[in-house]
């Protein structure tokens, strides 16, 4: 979730077609697209035609897509694990279930899944296991996975809020920016606007945030464009 000074600047530098839920809708995105070529390819095309359907119908019938992914969860599917434990974190209508959260995430995890990473590091910050969140993230890192260093280091700053740990963190978050994530670049802008790198940096960091926010912003826009060419010329 972002911060109110997040939202303050995203409202005070946004264009008014995109407002800051867009923008971190932008960089969850831009995560979930990176993922991808690292998330377990699953042989079996009947069970990959089986969760894309269960998925299709979250829209109409979450609780009875909910049923299926279990089911194929149980038959293997890391794609269906990674839904369950999404789906019981309040999303669609179904009840929040942390339980379940925690156990689908470290299951899809354990079958390979890097985007899992990320989802079971932040279930354990959300509990307060904070002795056991940064280890899962290293695990991520140490492989090159994006997201983990944007994670470890916004999690890290977001504990202790602090010029020495916006500091102390800026090399990873530097790595996640210049790989693309748009909420490391922000997060970046944002400090340097702050102050956290020095009084003489923030008209930089001022400098930098409409340029990083219009490049989400036509992100957006494109996403938009798409889901209505694939809505328009669905059967």
């Given at each position: 979730?972002?911060?109110?000074i997040c939202?303050w600047?995203c409202?005070?530098f946004?264009?008014?077609e995109l407002?800051?839920?867009?923008?971190w809708?932008a960089?969850?995105?831009?995560?979930?697209?990176?993922?991808?070529?690292w998330?377990?390819w699953?042989?079996?095309?009947?069970l990959?035609?089986?969760v894309s359907?269960a998925v299709?119908l979250?829209?109409?019938?979450?609780?009875?897509?909910?049923?299926?992914?279990i089911a194929l969860?149980d038959?293997g599917s890391?794609?269906?694990?990674?839904w369950v434990?999404?789906?019981?974190?309040?999303?669609?209508g179904?009840?929040e279930?942390?339980?379940m959260?925690?156990e689908y995430?470290?299951?899809?995890l354990?079958?390979?899944?890097w985007g899992?990473t990320?989802?079971y590091?932040?279930?354990?910050?959300r509990q307060?296991?904070?002795n056991?969140?940064?280890?899962?993230?290293?695990d991520?890192?140490?492989q090159g996975?994006?997201?983990?260093?944007?994670?470890?280091s916004?999690?890290k700053?977001?504990l202790?809020?602090?010029n020495?740990?916006a500091?102390e963190?800026r090399?990873?978050?530097?790595?996640?920016?210049?790989a693309?994530h748009?909420?490391?670049?922000?997060m970046l802008a944002?400090?340097?606007?702050?102050?956290r790198?020095?009084l003489?940096?923030?008209?930089?960091?001022?400098?930098?945030i409409?340029s990083?926010?219009?490049?989400a912003?036509?992100?957006?826009?494109?996403?938009?464009?798409?889901?209505?060419?694939?809505k328009?010329?669905?059967?």
């Amino acid at each position: 979730m972002p911060c109110k000074i997040c939202n303050w600047l995203c409202d005070r530098f946004c264009p008014p077609e995109l407002s800051s839920e867009d923008f971190w809708k932008a960089a969850y995105r831009w995560e979930d697209e990176f993922s991808r070529d690292w998330e377990p390819w699953e042989d079996d095309e009947i069970l990959r035609t089986e969760v894309s359907d269960a998925v299709k119908l979250i829209e109409t019938n979450a609780s009875q897509a909910l049923q299926l992914l279990i089911a194929l969860a149980d038959k293997g599917s890391v794609r269906a694990m990674r839904w369950v434990g999404y789906l019981h974190d309040g999303h669609s209508g179904i009840e929040e279930n942390q339980e379940m959260v925690g156990e689908y995430f470290h299951r899809a995890l354990c079958a390979g899944s890097w985007g899992s990473t990320v989802s079971y590091a932040n279930f354990l910050y959300r509990q307060g296991e904070h002795n056991r969140w940064p280890s899962v993230l290293e695990d991520g890192m140490e492989q090159g996975f994006v997201p983990a260093f944007f994670w470890y280091s916004w999690n890290k700053y977001r504990l202790r809020p602090s010029n020495r740990v916006a500091r102390e963190v800026r090399p990873l978050m530097l790595r996640a920016a210049e790989a693309g994530h748009p909420g490391a670049e922000f997060m970046l802008a944002r400090w340097t606007a702050r102050g956290r790198f020095g009084l003489r940096k923030i008209p930089e960091g001022f400098r930098l945030i409409p340029s990083i926010v219009a490049k989400a912003s036509a992100a957006h826009e494109d996403k938009q464009t798409a889901d209505a060419e694939l809505k328009a010329n669905a059967p």
